[in-house]
């Protein structure tokens, strides 16, 4: 199991431009979430989706769309980048059943806007 | 509403020593549930361990303990006889209610010095 994956790793974009934050996950879970991670104020949630169509916001959608089309893949798009979204990005994936309920983590996505 | 309170920002100490880091958590929810995880200068999320709210046995991993006090609303990390190796950011999150819902504390900068 290659657990949760994100590509880039790395990637800087320029104010205004927009681009798509992978994610996957070969472990069959119902539930993956999008986090943010800013200096000084922990993990914040995006957006979250609890199984293939069903997506919902998070604490911060603001400025970020996602889909879910297979249970596999949650892409985060973001329209139009601000400097605001310069940020480190970690997608989480969890099964849905009661007793499984820890979110597992991907590596990360270093983003810089400019 | 939910939150997590890690007062801690940063701490410092001489391999060896034992260490704990704080964590105080707010609900109104009677189920629900806490972690700790661990983000090494990698920058990956290292889970390290899931409490439900039912149950307040405190917990041993090796040099890992927890204290799990619903009377003061504290789920405290101790790390006993520190390492270099355990320099790392460690976050306490809650999960309640909303279950895709992690919320996270700010996190507690632990720099471990030889």
């Known amino acids: 199991n290659a657990g949760v994956t994100q590509t880039p790793k790395f990637q800087v974009l320029k104010t205004g431009q927009s681009m798509t934050l992978q994610c996957a996950q070969d472990m069959n879970h119902e539930y993956m979430s999008w986090y943010r991670q800013d200096p000084g104020m922990g993990l914040r949630l995006i957006h979250y989706?609890?199984?293939?169509?069903?997506?919902d916001q998070g604490e911060v959608p603001n400025g970020y769309n996602v889909s879910r089309s297979t249970t596999e893949d949650f892409p985060l798009r973001l329209l139009s980048a601000a400097p605001s979204q310069t940020s480190v990005y970690f997608c989480?994936?969890?099964?849905?059943?009661?007793?499984?309920?820890?979110?597992?983590f991907g590596p990360g996505t270093r983003l810089t806007v400019l | 509403a939910q939150k997590v309170t890690q007062a801690q920002t940063e701490i410092s100490v001489v391999e060896k020593e034992d260490v704990t880091l704080d964590c105080v958590y707010e609900t109104r929810d009677t189920t629900y549930y806490l972690f700790w995880y661990k983000q090494p200068p990698s920058g990956e999320l290292v889970f390290l361990i899931r409490r439900n709210s039912f149950d307040e046995q405190n917990e041993i991993s090796g040099r890992y303990s927890w204290n799990f006090q619903k009377s003061t609303s504290s789920f405290n990390f101790t790390i006993t006889a520190s390492q270099v190796v355990d320099s790392a950011v460690y976050f306490c999150a809650s999960v309640s209610g909303g279950y895709n819902k992690l919320i996270f504390g700010a996190g507690t900068r632990l720099a471990v010095h030889p």
């Open positions: 989706s609890v199984g293939a169509g069903i997506t």
């Open positions: 989480a994936s969890r099964d849905s059943g009661a007793n499984t309920d820890t979110q597992y």
